[in-house]
């Protein structure tokens, strides 16, 4: 164990031996603890982030001066849609996807180390369900989806294939998701692929630099970001794991969008053909205010300007046609190759400068009184998942529909948007359509035929309720042979036992 004498000694080189100012007073276990949190703290490391933080904060808030100056759009030659292109091509991305997922070459990983503080739940939000009638949560769609394209790959290819799940989480998510998955018995997948790994923590600091002690014996620590995701690649030696698999694609993948493909065949198809190292997926914005980044151009070098960075006038810029200029939204789906993140990993990492997030940090005072800060009164130094884009020696970005694809699951249900409604319904509303696509058709109570609105907007509820569960269809196919021309009553859910009944 940690003595107080070395701990001290290297808080006074880190400047910031404030943080044992109770540790006197403390009973001994918790005094252990706080010692042996303290002891993890790189002397160095820690005078270094209490400093750039201050630092950041001395800077004035908003988008960077002249950044505006800076910016162009992302050139067409680096974007492709899959929406947009002729069916010939889409068919020969997917099926290059496919192969290479037959090969067992492509991993997920899913960022989860974040908080969600505005959903405001206290759990992670995979484990979150947002009312379908299956009560599904997100974590349970996802595993599912990962089911259901390896079963499609095998299918195309007659051999068995595995994609490997990594799932970062962090000091606030680990222990409930590893429990949650074991509870749910790892949702039928091999628990052998799914790889939970955990990304650092930091102090936050407060305005003139010094760490925050959030009770006389916890220092306050959040998450570093999305992009610490490449600390914890290493920490984990998790490039090694992927290498012994066999692993040479990855898609990295935020998890509150309800409607995300995993491993999409057509989004690793397309990089994979356009020998790309670095790919993001992107929907058109909605609006210039939509708390997305946008995907573009830095000094001619393709880059993500957060939706915190990027003014509102240079958000609302339209080009001749009258379309956003910066309309390429970040819905935080990447590609990489594991040749690229190797290279970020051995050399590009500490490169990536941390972005600053003024917060209210909830501290201990000078007496010793716990006390909620009404204004903010801390930093917090994050790193981003997209900050390795520059690196890339070929970037690309897949435009995808956003009614088929995107819809986060961000604030809770009292928010305008992005919330549990709004997911639920997106969910529904993608189903509806796919069902009457293979030719199902809707009855009322009294089992009168429901009008058939395969485009409605997405704040409007369907006019039948229909969930299909991923294990029966990835992105709506291979449902004919289950609704082709037959009448269901409100509401279907079409399960596997559902399916095995409805089989020709
Ligand atoms: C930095 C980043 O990627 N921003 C994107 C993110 O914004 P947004 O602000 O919504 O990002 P979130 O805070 O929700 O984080 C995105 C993902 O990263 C994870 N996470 C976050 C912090 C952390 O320390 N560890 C961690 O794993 C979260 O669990 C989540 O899965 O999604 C939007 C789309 O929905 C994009 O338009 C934004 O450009």
């Known amino acids: 164990m940690a003595s107080e004498r070395d701990v001290r000694a290297r808080l006074q080189r880190a400047g910031q031996e404030h943080l044992l100012r109770f540790c006197a007073e403390l009973a001994p276990g918790p005094r252990a603890a706080l010692l042996a949190e303290l002891e993890a703290l790189e002397p160095e490391a820690l005078r270094e982030h209490c400093q750039r933080a201050a630092a950041a904060c001395a800077c004035p808030p908003g988008p960077e001066p002249g950044l505006a100056a800076r910016l162009r759009p992302l050139p067409p030659e680096r974007v492709g849609s899959a929406s947009r292109c002729d069916p010939e091509t889409r068919r020969l991305w997917e099926e290059e996807g496919f192969h290479q997922i037959a090969l067992s070459k492509v991993a997920v990983l899913l960022l989860a180390g974040g908080q969600g503080t ?107 970001g999305n992009g610490g995701l490449y600390r914890a690649l290493s920490d984990h030696q998790i490039l090694e794991d992927m290498e012994r698999r066999g692993v040479e694609f990855v898609h990295v993948y935020c998890v509150d969008n309800i409607l995300v493909r995993l491993a999409d065949p057509v989004f690793v198809g397309f990089c994979v053909l356009r020998g790309a190292d670095c790919g993001a997926k992107v929907v058109e914005k909605a609006s210039p205010e939509e708390p997305v980044g946008v995907v573009c151009q830095v000094d001619g070098v393709p880059q993500v300007v ?64 716990l006390v909620k800060p009404l204004k903010p009164n801390g930093i917090k130094l994050e790193k981003f998942v997209f900050d390795v884009f520059p690196f890339a020696k070929n970037f690309v970005a897949f435009e995808v529909s956003r009614e088929e694809e995107f819809s986060p699951l961000k604030n809770a249900a009292s928010a305008a948007g992005d919330n549990p409604t709004t997911t639920r319904r997106a969910l529904l509303l993608q189903h509806y359509r796919w069902a009457l696509q293979a030719g199902a058709h809707f009855l009322d109570a009294c089992g009168a035929r429901l009008p058939e609105l395969p485009s409605l907007p997405s704040s409007g509820e369907p006019p039948a309720i229909c969930e299909i569960s991923p294990l029966v269809s990835y992105s709506g196919e291979a449902l004919e042979a289950y609704l082709q021309g037959r009448e269901f009553p409100s509401p279907l859910i079409l399960d596997e036992n559902r399916a095995r009944a409805l089989q020709p």
Not at 205 to 224: C, H, Q, Y
Request: contains cysteine; aromatic residues 12%; proline residues 7%.
């Open 118 to 224: 505005r959903l405001g739940v206290s759990y992670p939000k995979g484990m979150y369900q947002v009312g379908l009638p299956s009560g599904k949560s997100l974590y349970q769609l996802q595993a599912e989806r990962i089911r259901r394209v390896e079963q499609l790959a095998s299918e195309r290819s007659g051999t068995q294939c595995a994609i490997p799940w990594y799932i970062m989480t962090s000091e606030f998510t680990l222990e409930p998701t590893a429990r949650f998955f074991k509870e749910h018995d790892f949702f039928h997948l091999d628990p052998n692929s799914v790889i939970m790994f955990e990304q650092r923590m930091l102090p936050a600091v407060t305005f003139d630099g010094r760490a925050i002690l959030e009770k006389k014996d916890k220092v306050a620590m959040a998450p570093d």
């Open 306 to 369: 957060e939706y915190s960075e990027i003014s509102p006038e240079t958000a609302r810029l339209r080009g001749p046609d009258g379309s956003l200029l910066y309309h390429l939204g970040n819905i935080c789906n990447h590609f990489f190759t594991r040749g690229f993140l190797w290279a970020v990993v051995s050399e590009f990492e500490p490169l990536l400068k941390p972005h600053v997030a003024v917060k209210k940090v909830p501290y201990v005072d000078e007496e010793g009184n």
